[in-house]
């Protein structure tokens, strides 16, 4: 045994330069750095501070886990949807957010809406999938809000309800002979060959010469892209079998793209007429009567403008290149744009059976630059075609007789996403604005709105107390028969397709019959 005077030393030596014990003052006097005793002094109100900050933090932490998460609702399961959810699970650390989706699936317009051409826009899936994943965020797909469950049950289960789910609808044309056979909306036709379960039954007979699309947006030329593109050329995508079938059987061989305004007021993307002057087996037709003095106008256009109209213009006036040239030279399909005409009458076909042609008002422009208008001139021409499809605009239906809409302008009243006269109430994406713009700006929009959601619920503007959230929808569901399916249900069936598609060498082949879904589920 060690003596008695070493084991006294050891135990003084280990008093003074052991660290404190929990709620204990430290022994500053013995340590080497301060043998002033004002040092000492100074150094023990430090640690008095220390332990102050010590306890209000734990108190700030026991706050924290018996305050109630806010328990949010989002209804869509869009780009709008997920990029309100992402906002909002990354800045408040305990909310949990429930999407639903009417739908068996989720990605919204990402899956039904961008062409199959484009898989690289697709990839923002990647983003949605890890948000879905997380442990604060749940998807209940095959719920119809509206239907199944009223906006008000939502809102008295939830804080915050967001509503997100985008433009379902399209404009009609409003003309004679829109009911005819052969007369689809650009909406239809984008969901029949991108695999909407409701438009899988479209059936579009292709065998005309000739179609018109009117309409000069991105879906105008998406649509046209997809009937002019050789189908070998669509073979490893992920359009669906179905529409590849017809499409290889499809004898079109000219697309117009008819507009009530001027190549100045085109609603297109440069991107997008890149494509189309540069698709395979096919030559663009564009009269140059129409860009007449254009080259001086576009002087003082903003830059994106300017640059399209350029492209245009070149296009419209120049001979093609020699690569160009070649490219064209044994093209047998073609593609124009039509400007300054506007739909009066879909013709029928001599027994009255389906369309045949459509008769266009001949216009002129008021005003300049974007805010022209088109005025009817009193001419009109008649086109020939067997298939017309109507691209002016899709449109958001009301949701829920206790939700404020604007019909006129298809959108729900909102003040930066917050619900005219409804608190706690939020829209997001086309549904809040209208259907314009890209993925990115539904992304800009959508955290606008989840910003807003915050700081409402932090500054004492959201129901106080706690509230069920899924707990109360579930029972609710149950009881009207309803059954939700879940995202790990999506992964399921998102490996099926994936399967499905492996064989012929795409990306994977939608499942479209939501009973066959079901099915595959188990239900």
């Known amino acids: 045994m060690a003596p008695r005077c070493w084991r006294w030393w050891h135990w003084s030596a280990w008093r003074r330069t052991r660290p404190p014990l929990p709620g ?12 002033d005793p004002a040092n000492a002094k100074v150094l023990r109100k430090k640690w008095r501070r220390v332990q102050l900050g010590v306890k209000l933090g734990k108190l700030h932490l026991l706050t924290l886990l018996l305050e109630q998460p806010p328990q949010i609702c989002v209804v869509g399961s869009g780009p709008a949807g997920f990029y309100t959810a992402q906002h909002l ?17 989720p990605f919204g317009l990402v899956r039904f809406g961008v062409a199959p051409d484009h898989p690289e826009v697709k990839n923002v899936i990647n983003t949605f999938t890890q948000t879905a994943r997380s442990a604060r965020c749940a998807f ?26 985008g433009a379902e609808d399209h404009r009609a044309l409003e003309i004679p002979g829109e009911e005819l056979p052969g007369v689809f909306s650009a909406r239809a036709f984008v969901g029949w060959y991108n695999g909407l379960p409701e438009n899988r039954e479209l059936a579009p007979d292709l065998s005309c010469d000739t179609a018109v699309i009117l309409g000069q947006g991105n879906v105008a030329l998406d649509v046209a892209r997809i009937l002019l593109t050789p189908p070998e050329h669509l073979e490893k995508t992920d359009i669906t079998e179905a529409a590849l079938g017809v499409l290889r059987q499809s004898r079109v061989k000219t697309v117009w793209i008819v507009g009530r305004r001027g190549p100045l007021q085109v609603a297109f993307t440069i991107k997008e007429l ?5 698709l395979p087996g096919t030559r663009p037709i564009l009269d140059p009567a129409d860009f007449l003095g254009l080259q001086d106008r576009i002087k003082e256009v903003p830059r994106p403008r300017k640059r399209l109209t350029e492209l245009l213009l070149r296009t419209a006036t120049e001979k093609p290149g020699t690569e160009d040239a070649a490219r064209q030279a044994p093209a047998s399909r073609a593609w124009g744009l039509r400007f300054f005409r506007s739909p009066q009458q879909v013709l029928p076909s001599p027994d009255g059976r389906r369309a045949a042609g459509i008769r266009l008002a001949v216009t002129r422009l008021e005003g300049v630059g974007e805010a022209a208008r088109a005025v009817p001139t009193g001419d009109t021409e008649d086109l020939p075609c067997g298939l017309v499809l109507s691209s002016v605009g899709y449109k958001s239906r009301p949701i829920d007789p206790s939700v404020p809409f604007d019909p006129k302008l298809g959108v729900i009243p909102n003040m930066e ?21 890209v993925i990115a700006t539904t992304m800009t929009d959508s955290f606008l709105t989840g910003q807003m959601l915050l700081q409402d619920l932090k500054t004492g503007l959201l129901p106080p107390g706690p509230r069920p959230g899924y707990a109360a929808i579930e029972a609710l569901l149950s009881s009207r028969g309803v059954r939700p399916v ?16 492996k064989g012929a060498g795409k990306p994977r082949e939608k499942l479209l019959d939501p009973q066959e879904m079901l099915g595959l589920l188990g239900r």
């Open 274 to 278: 890149r494509e189309m002057i540069q």
């Open 486 to 501: 879940s995202f790990s249900d999506w992964e399921k069936l998102d490996a099926e397709e994936v399967s499905r598609g």
């Open 89 to 105: 699970l990354k800045h408040h650390p305990q909310a949990h957010v429930d999407i639903y989706e009417k739908q068996l699936v």
């Open 24 to 35: 204990s003052t430290p022994n500053f006097e013995g340590s080497d750095e301060v043998r």
């Open 140 to 165: 209940r797909g095959n719920v119809v809000v509206g239907r199944d469950v009223a906006v008000p049950e939502l809102r008295a289960a939830y804080h915050a309800v967001v509503l997100s789910y």
């Open 417 to 437: 996403g917050r619900v005219v006269d409804v608190p706690g109430l939020y829209c997001s994406g086309w549904v809040k604005r209208g259907p314009t713009g």
